[in-house]
């Protein structure tokens, strides 16, 4: 006895197929929206500021005069903030992550540890600005600097580098590590030969995403103060100074028309930039991709 | 160098063969071994001794113990959590898991080959000089030796030494688990151990690496684990069968595979179970 009617199969075929075709329309729908958004919001800022994009946009330091305002001292800051938050997130976020990772025993204090982690990253990024400001500005009396600045942003950025460089680091497959340990080599050693050469390009990629964020945040630096106008260059970490992010928020809340203008030539000026870093990214990725 | 010392070594061993097979040194003593991963008691009162310049397999069904037991050798068992032991394994006359025995220090005299090809994502030669490296050997001279002779160990030499900066991950799986063999040459030990070695390899890659054993064991003792008992047969001298953590049998293999004592090693060689 068959327990299956066939023709009853057939006859259900046409409305499942349907169904398909609805689906795939639906979710194709939906990356379409996000595609349409960011067409417009680039051709708005593109139309908007490519006029005002030059050399001595670049070269300029912020003026009252919108036909001479330029990014120089919010570009310099944000190259500022970068040199203070990329060697102290790598050196603290793949520290943590080899401790977490390779020398930790897996307990409940780790674990505790490790959701903490995990919920940092989550945390909104204002809450990092208020605690920069009691910490890093008033009670280290570090004031609005380029430094006070870069350590609340690594705080902000810790955690996404640690996790980043943990699944890096887990990734690495265990037989590598049982090689090298079954010839005699210890801890540090398979860790420095084997481990973070299997695991850099994971690390890195994970670096330069969260570096490409901490480059965009501008709610924790409105908390700690900087400064909206700055017209002139910071000359060592202890310095005021002022990033992209806060100088086009400063340039769009003005009235006048031309500096909504001004302040698109500077998101291109903030976007090319995010854009050539997650390029590089990418690049790491895919190339270092099939190693296992 | 090493045409040189085996005719003697040859020699030496059809001196010590048959009749004075007890004679021959011990390199392993185990004795009232017993290990545990949490609760779970995985080996049980284990007496077993391996002897200089012999194959000794270690065979049994899934689960009997096998890999743990060879794992123990070199303390590469402490990398499981909750593992706890007693009883002593004696490498050399000395217990292995005395607090004072450092684990690297073994590990330079024991060195091992696992069941999956791993060698590391680095080029042919870096694998080879992975260990030396780590034991401080930094002339360049030495080291194009060591992998010379390593390679020609692991009879891999005329296969790969017009390539020998290619990466290691272009190789066969075979030519991966002999490049693990020179690997594991490269540091000069005493005892290897192989943990299923050909489980991943076709056909011929195993005979080859049979036929390495053969060879390898004129230089050193080998401990094999192996799945297949006709591999044990072929190759070893002595082979131990292990049931349910517990060592049921251990003898010479021509002993085991045609006049087994125990029952269940009868069963088990004849495939009634397992």
Redesign the interface.
């Known amino acids: 006895m068959k327990l299956i009617n066939h023709d009853q199969v057939l006859k259900k075929m046409s409305p499942r197929k349907w169904k398909n075709s609805v689906f795939k329309g639906l979710f194709m729908f939906a990356t379409a929206l996000a595609l349409v958004v960011l067409a417009i919001l680039l051709y708005r800022i593109i139309t908007q500021g490519i006029g005002y994009l030059d050399w001595q946009f670049l070269q300029s330091l912020p003026s009252r005069n919108p036909e001479q305002a330029g990014i120089k001292t919010a570009l310099i800051g944000t190259i500022w903030l970068m040199g203070v938050v990329a060697p102290v997130t790598l050196i603290l976020g793949v520290g943590t992550a080899i401790y977490l990772e390779e020398y930790a025993s897996k307990n409940k204090f780790t674990s505790l540890i490790q959701i903490n982690i995990s919920n940092l990253a989550g945390v909104p990024s204002i809450v990092f600005g208020l605690l920069g400001l009691t910490v890093f500005v008033r009670a280290l009396t570090l004031g609005t600097s380029v430094l006070a600045a870069g350590l609340t942003m690594s705080l902000l950025v810790l955690p996404i580098i640690i996790v980043a460089s943990q699944e890096a680091i887990r990734s690495v497959p265990m037989e590598l590590r049982e090689a090298s340990f079954g010839m005699g080599a210890n801890k540090w050693q398979t860790i420095v030969r084997v481990v973070m050469p299997a695991a850099l390009p994971g690390i890195l990629t994970g670096t330069i995403l969260a570096l490409s964020r901490a480059i965009g945040e501008t709610a924790p630096l409105v908390v700690l103060g900087l400064p909206l106008f700055l017209a002139f260059l910071p000359q060592s970490v202890f310095d005021m100074f002022t990033v992209l992010p806060m100088q086009i928020y400063n340039w769009t809340s003005r009235p006048q028309e031309e500096f909504h203008a001004v302040a698109a030539g500077g998101i291109i000026v903030l976007l090319i930039m995010l854009i050539v870093m997650n390029s590089i990214a990418v690049l790491i990725r895919n190339k270092f991709q099939k190693r296992f | 160098m090493s045409t040189l010392v085996a005719p003697k070594k040859e020699a030496a061993d059809s001196i010590f063969n048959d009749k004075n097979l007890h004679a021959k040194n011990k390199v392993y003593q185990t004795k009232e071994l017993n290990l545990w991963y949490g609760s779970n008691h995985a080996l049980k009162q284990i007496n077993l001794d391996i002897y200089e310049n012999e194959v000794t397999a270690i065979i049994g069904p899934s689960g009997c113990g096998k890999s743990t037991y060879i794992k123990a050798l070199?303390r590469?068992i402490e990398?499981v959590?909750s593992v706890k032991t007693s009883g002593e394994i004696q490498y050399r006359g000395r217990n292995i898991f005395d607090k004072r025995y450092g684990v690297?220090?073994?590990?330079?005299k024991v060195?091992?080959v696992?069941q999956?090809p791993?060698?590391?994502?680095?080029s042919i030669y870096e694998n080879v000089v992975?260990?030396p490296?780590?034991?401080g050997i930094r002339d360049k001279k030495v080291l194009n030796q060591i992998v010379e002779k390593s390679l020609k160990g692991a009879a891999l030499w005329d296969e790969v030494k017009d390539r020998l900066q290619d990466n290691a991950?272009g190789l066969s799986g075979g030519q991966q688990q002999r490049l693990?063999i020179a690997?594991?040459l490269a540091?000069e030990p005493d005892v290897i151990l192989m943990d299923e070695p050909t489980s991943a390899l076709d056909p011929i890659s195993t005979l080859k690496v049979e036929e390495l054993v053969q060879i390898l064991k004129k230089e050193y003792s080998i401990i094999i684990v192996t799945h297949n008992m006709q591999q044990a047969a072929r190759i070893s001298d002595r082979t131990a069968f292990f049931l349910n953590g517990e060592v049921v049998e251990f003898a010479e293999t021509d002993k085991i595979f045609s006049n087994p004592t125990d029952k269940r090693t009868e069963d088990y060689i004849t495939g009634r179970f397992g």
Request: charged letters at 25%; hydrophobic letters at 30%.
């Open positions: 070199n590469m990398m959590p690297e220090e073994l590990r330079t060195g091992m696992f999956k791993n060698p590391f994502p680095k992975y260990g490296r780590i034991h991950y693990c690997r594991c540091i």
